[in-house]
Each structure stands twice: as C-alpha cells, then as structure tokens.
C-alpha cells in the first residue's frame, strides 16, 4: 500500500510539473479566453509622493473574466492597475480602449508598451517576454 501511494505522489508530482511547464510565452493575450503573462523590462510610477523606476521591473497581466478587461500587477511597490478594457487591433495585438496623448497601452504576446496617466499618477512600461 505504501508503493501505491508513492508512485501516486510521483504521478501527481509530474503531473503538476506538466501543466506549469505547458505554459507558453507564445500565448497570445488577444486570442485567448484566459491569459495570464509576466512582461520584464523598464517600468515606472509617478505620483505626488512616490517616484518609482527600474530598468528590470515584472508586469503580471491577466485577462479577467469580461473578456475584454485586463488588471496589471507591477513590481517594485508600483500600484496595480485593474479593469482596463482592451479591442483587439489586427491579428496578435491589443489595445486600450479611448486611448490618446496620457492614455496607451499596447499588448501582445511579446511586448507591453504602457503610458497610463489618471488622477495626476503616471505609469509607464516598456517590457518584453
């Protein structure tokens, strides 16, 4: 009984390694009904009193379940953004929606270009995956 439930705890064991593994930085934001990706590069945050940059920030972005609303996890203490709406634009690529001169974002599955400014906070993002 005890080889049972070792081999049972190495299959599971593998099989968990599988699925993480089977994620794939060929995902693709605009083509997938659940998306979820980390982005690496410069990343900032601007506000009255923080002043935020690093050249080797993460960017976690998932899909949530609206389908066109994505939230955007930031490192180094830089607040999150939640609920942006996205159209998709071409085959691979999204962005925002009502974009314009203090509001773009740009996504694909290889590539997070951001300059979000709201209630005198500025975020930028120029990373890759």
């Given at each position: 009984?005890?080889n049972?439930f070792?081999i ?7 099989f968990?390694?599988m ?6 930085n ?7 009904d659940f ?8 990343i ?7 002043d ?8 976690f972005v ?20 939640n ?5 998709k ?9 009502n974009?314009?001169a203090?509001v ?8 997070l ?14 990373c890759?995956?």
């Amino acid at each position: 009984m005890k080889n049972a439930f070792k081999i049972l705890g190495a299959l599971m064991l593998l099989f968990t390694f599988m699925s993480i593994s089977s994620c794939s930085n060929d995902d693709d934001p605009a083509d997938n009904d659940f998306f979820a990706g980390t982005y690496k590069g410069s990343i900032s945050y601007k506000d009255n009193d923080n002043d935020i940059a690093t050249d080797n920030g993460e960017v976690f972005v998932t899909k949530i379940a609206s389908g066109t609303k994505y939230n955007f996890r930031f490192s180094n203490g830089i607040p999150d953004l939640n609920g942006l709406e996205f159209q998709k634009q071409g085959d691979n690529t999204l962005v925002m929606v009502n974009s314009s001169a203090l509001v773009y974002v740009r996504i694909d599955n290889n590539e997070l270009k951001m300059l979000y400014t709201a209630d005198g906070k500025t975020w930028r993002a120029n990373c890759t995956r």
